[in-house]
Nanobody, 119 residues
Framework: QVQLVESGGGLVQPGGSLRLSCAAS????????MGWYRQAPGKQRELVAR???????NYADSVKGRFTISRDNAKNMVYLQMNSLKPEDTAVYYC?????????????WGQGTQVTVSE
């Protein structure tokens, strides 16, 4: 069982920046694909950014060029640097750890951290 704990959310003005962090408990963290998802009120949860164990990344079109996902396998950490924030980025942001084996899908979520972009 992987425990994920997010931090770094808060209130920021439009155009500002935040850095989200996710700490994972699993010692084999490095083999997981790590992702950041978000869910705004009344909307479905959506993928924001994802980074594979090999360091390949992909982003939602809405955040490309503004957000950067990174990971530090030595520290069991994944980060989301968010720049040029917009009000539409307001949501609860969730950290996800995912991997598969021939027997099982491993899919873990953190508790979420609120990001609010407002004047």
């Amino acid at each position: 069982q992987v425990q994920l704990v997010e931090s770094g959310g808060g209130l920021v003005q439009p155009g500002g920046s935040l850095r989200l962090s996710c700490a994972a408990s699993e010692s084999i963290f490095s083999i997981y694909t790590m992702g950041w998802y978000r869910q705004a009120p009344g909307k479905q949860r959506e993928l924001v950014a994802r980074i594979t164990s090999g360091g390949n990344t992909n982003y939602a079109d809405s955040v490309k060029g503004r957000f950067t996902i990174s990971r530090d396998n030595a520290k069991n950490m994944v980060y989301l640097q968010m720049n040029s924030l917009k009000p539409e980025d307001t949501a609860v942001y969730y950290c996800n750890a995912y991997r598969t084996s021939i027997w099982k899908v491993y899919d873990y979520w953190g508790q979420g951290t609120q990001v609010t972009v407002s004047e």
